[in-house]
Each structure stands twice: as structure tokens, then as C-alpha cells.
């Protein structure tokens, strides 16, 4: 088997404790396909929420999540990402948001960036309306589809007087679709990781072979351009 990076070897845990699915002989059914079952099925599924009493079908640890948290944390240093906050998307931007918030905290100095919730009808803030007024904020979640559900907290935020500059999820499941959305939105989107990397993660790790990773790679392709 090829070397691993640390982050290659986080993602072949997340495969390896069912945290990522991939299947392209079924393929799994997206929030997308509640409004749309024409829509192809996906190769690829991410099951980013934590296990606790709380959320049953959730499968990832708390220590999988800090991992997670800090390689989103280097992304904004690499690209160096100006921020007064950070705007998750409910539910499962908040646990990346809380994490990222504790790692940011020795990364800049022992200072804390707030965590500002939102209403999950309205996408309106509902905390940390002591900011500054128009502070940029840094909207975060852990899989960007087709950027849908994002926008109507970007928009929320807005109303609220809290423009957001950038989008940072850890995993990018279609790229093309939610750039789109996000570049008529006028904000950045970035991830960690993308779908493509995944399923070549899986093939680098031995667990599949070239000609799985190929078609995982040709029907990413079709959900795309669906």
C-alpha cells in the first residue's frame, strides 16, 4: 500500500468505521433527492454526526471530530481567512464550529472567536448580535453538496447585519455546484477535502480497486452535471 498522509489516514478510519460510505453498485440518497428522485444516486455518503445518546445514527468520536476541526483550522491559515466569527450551519456545523473554536484559541493569540448561532427556519442569527456591525463571519458545516442549505443562513446572516465572507466545510462533495452557488453568492468556499479525494483515498489505501474508483469517479460526475 502507498504512504498515507495523516489527513489520507483519517479518511480511511472514517471508511473503516462506517463514518463515509461507498457503494456504486446502489449509491446513497441525498437531502437533494427528498425534492428530486430523478437525481442519481451518490457513491459516496458522509455520516458526519457525533455518536452520543442524543443522535443515534451518529457514528463519529469526539477525537475524530478534533482531527477534523484542526486541518479545517489550517486551512484558514493557509489561506489566510479574515473572520470577527464564526457563523456554522445547524446541526452539524455547530460541533465542527464549538472544536474549531477551542483549536482558533491557541492559534491566535488566546483569543476566542465567537461561536454565532442561527434559527434553523429563518437562517437569522440568534446570538452574537454584540459584534461589531458588518464583522465578517465564517460560515462553517461538514459537507457542501449543492450548497442549498447554506445559503439560506449566508442570506439569514445578512439580514442580520453579519455578511460572510467564506464557506469552510471539511468535506466538498460537489464542487462544481456549490462553487457555483456560493460565487453568485460572493462568497469563498473552501474544504479540507473533496469527493474526489475521497474515493482516491480509498483506492490509495488498497480497498478498492481502480476500476471501482473509476466509476465512483464517472457517476460523482452525473450527480454533478444533473
Known sequence: MTELTALEWLIVSQ???GIIHFNVEEGSELAAHRTDVSLPRSPLYYNYRLRSPA?????LEHSALRAMAKFMCDIVEEKVLSFGGLAPVPDAGVAFAVEMQSELYHRVGNRSVPVLLSD?????LVSGR????????LQIDDVASDGQSKKRFILGARDSGYPVGACLVFALRSKKKASRLMHDLGVDLYSV???E?????RKKSGRISAFQRDE??????????A
Open 120 to 124: 434553523k427556519g429563518t437562517g437569522r
Open 55 to 59: 443522535t443515534p445514527p451518529g457514528l
Open 130 to 137: 454584540d459584534l461589531t456591525p458588518r464583522t465578517a463571519l
Open 197 to 201: 479525494d475521497t474515493i482516491e483515498t
Open 193 to 195: 477535502t473533496t469527493a
Open 216 to 225: 465512483g469517479l464517472r457517476q460523482m460526475e452525473l450527480l454533478e452535471a
Open 15 to 17: 471508511f473503516d468505521r
